[in-house]
């Protein structure tokens, strides 16, 4: 019930539209969007992916995360991962299974529901308050597994980029490095602040460098 009433209230082109709500004494059906295609999961089953399409997924997914984070009551989606992802025919995507999402409440301490899944989560999605910085680390976790074709390991250390296909740039990698931090506070701090950079990574790499001098 909460996922169809958050989800009957958005309409954006990546994600799914409720057509109809069947409420009856034993069932609760919901009709919705047939989307055709595979999950990103399932795609990543011949490896890792382009480094063009991974941008254009990625930009795809900051688009529609920055929508739901912009809601009057911001929606945390709280479960960025491939399995969740599914690419269209034509190519673009739609973000699917919103079991845990959830509206923010700036004066709550902590979540009351399930948590995301391991790997993806943040540090903060298992012991306290999540936000819209929670969706850009597993967004970035997501880039990760798609550029490298590992899977994330929870409680284990995010190994850049670069050390596992070196002809990935800079730039990619200082922008994931950015999402991935295990502090919310060094991340970026919306999506729209990593929009730019995925638009131009060029820049990223060079000031990556001019940090590392």
Same mark, same amino acid.
């Given at each position: 019930?909460?996922?169809?009433?958050?989800?009957?209230?958005?309409?954006?082109? *990546?994600?799914?539209?409720?057509?109809?709500?069947?409420?009856?004494?034993?069932?609760?059906?919901?009709? $919705?969007?047939?989307?055709?295609?595979?999950?990103?999961?399932?795609?990543?089953?011949?490896?890792?992916?382009?480094?063009?399409?991974?941008?254009?997924?990625?930009?795809?997914?900051?688009?529609?995360?920055?929508?739901?984070?912009?809601?009057?009551?911001?929606?945390?989606?709280?479960? $960025?991962?491939?399995?969740?992802?599914?690419?269209?025919?034509?190519?673009?995507?739609?973000?699917?299974?919103?079991?845990?999402?959830?509206? *923010?409440?700036?004066?709550?301490?902590?979540?009351?529901?399930?948590?995301?899944?391991?790997?993806?989560?943040?540090?903060?999605? *298992?012991?306290?308050?999540?936000?819209?910085?929670?969706?850009?680390?597993?967004?970035?976790?997501?880039?990760?597994?798609?550029?490298?074709?590992?899977?994330?390991?929870?409680?284990?250390?995010?190994?850049?980029?670069?050390?596992?296909?070196?002809?990935?740039?800079?730039?990619?990698?200082?922008?994931?490095?950015?999402?991935?931090?295990?502090?919310?506070?060094?991340? *970026?701090?919306?999506?729209?602040?990593?929009?730019?950079?995925?638009?131009?990574?060029?820049?990223?790499?060079?000031?990556?460098?001019?940090?590392?001098?």
């Amino acid at each position: 019930v909460v996922e169809t009433g958050m989800l009957k209230k958005l309409n954006h082109p *990546y994600l799914p539209s409720i057509i109809d709500v069947i409420d009856t004494e034993d069932s609760f059906l919901i009709v $919705m969007d047939y989307i055709e295609g595979k999950s990103l999961q399932s795609v990543l089953k011949n490896g890792a992916q382009p480094y063009e399409l991974v941008i254009k997924w990625a930009m795809q997914l900051c688009d529609v995360l920055g929508y739901l984070h912009g809601q009057k009551k911001p929606i945390i989606y709280r479960d $960025m991962k491939p399995g969740n992802v599914m690419l269209k025919p034509e190519g673009n995507i739609k973000i699917i299974d919103f079991g845990i999402a959830r509206e *923010y409440k700036e004066h709550s301490t902590q979540d009351t529901t399930v948590l995301g899944t391991k790997g993806y989560a943040p540090p903060e999605q *298992y012991t306290g308050q999540t936000d819209a910085r929670s969706d850009i680390f597993a967004l970035g976790v997501t880039m990760h597994q798609l550029l490298t074709g590992v899977v994330p390991q929870s409680g284990e250390p995010i190994i850049p980029v670069r050390q596992w296909d070196h002809n990935l740039s800079e730039g990619i990698e200082a922008i994931i490095n950015k999402c991935v931090e295990p502090a919310a506070e060094n991340r *970026y701090q919306n999506c729209s602040e990593l929009m730019y950079d995925l638009q131009h990574p060029e820049l990223v790499g060079r000031n990556h460098k001019r940090k590392q001098k």
